[in-house]
């Protein structure tokens, strides 16, 4: 099973600013099959990027995902008040269990 | 527009049972695999099982396995969760959710609201 870490926990920002989000996997991620969701308290998920940098349908240009192998980066160049919320990695390179990180929470300064 | 509605959670006592049911719609339900995801209070998300598009093959985690039963009738286009044997740390939020990819390698690009299920005495 493929143990997934992110950090920070928890990022404080101000409306603006750019976000820095990295998740790392303890053994490497097959063809970078890695997603990252946003979560908003009471909701739901929702997908951002599959494919470690795809951007899923919908989804603002300000958020890219990049990265391979172990070590993957969301950043949301300039972020907006709907953007504070908890993001989560997760890899399906490898067939089930599909992990996920823990999340890290994006909170405003 | 794809739609997943849960349903079917509430309160039970340790060692109970409950079925949780995934009404799909706006979308070819046949086609797709489905999962069920899970979240305690306050906690991160947890996969739980997967099912086939077909229904004929299933995954779980080691935390359910022989406990839950994943299962889908594609007539009804809804997916369903038997729970058996329930344990305190079975309480979180159930989302349903749509999976995408190829060959067992699955994300999931739609997901429902969620429904509670608390065990508790």
């Known amino acids: 099973e493929i143990v997934l870490t992110q950090s920070p926990g928890t990022l404080s920002l101000s409306p603006g600013e750019r976000a820095t989000l990295s998740c790392r996997a303890s053994?490497?991620?097959?063809?970078?099959?890695l997603v990252w969701y946003q979560q908003k308290p009471g909701q739901a998920p929702r997908l951002l990027i599959y494919?470690?940098?795809s951007r899923a349908t919908g989804i603002p240009d300000r958020f890219s995902g990049s990265g391979s192998g172990t070590d993957f980066t969301l950043t949301i160049s300039r972020l907006e008040p709907e953007d504070f919320a908890v993001y989560y990695c997760q890899q399906y390179g490898s067939s089930p269990p599909w992990t996920f990180g823990q999340g890290t929470k994006v909170e405003i300064k | 527009e794809v739609q997943l509605l849960e349903s079917g959670g509430g309160l039970v006592q340790p060692g109970g049972s409950l079925r949780l049911s995934c009404a799909a719609s706006g979308f070819t339900f046949s086609c797709c695999a489905m999962s069920w995801v899970r979240q305690a209070p306050g906690k991160g998300l947890e996969w739980v099982s997967v099912v086939s598009g077909g229904g004929g093959s299933t995954y779980y985690a080691d935390s359910v396995r022989g406990r839950f039963t994943i299962s889908r009738d594609n007539s009804k286009n809804t997916l369903y969760l038997q729970m058996n044997s329930l344990r305190a740390e079975d309480t979180a939020v159930y989302y349903c959710?749509?999976?995408?990819?190829?060959?067992?390698?699955?994300?999931?690009?739609?997901w429902g609201q969620g429904t509670l299920v608390t065990v508790s005495s």
């Open positions: 959710s749509r999976n995408r990819g190829t060959g067992w390698q699955y994300y999931f690009d739609y």
């Open positions: 494919g470690a940098s």
């Open positions: 053994q490497s991620v097959s063809n970078s099959y």
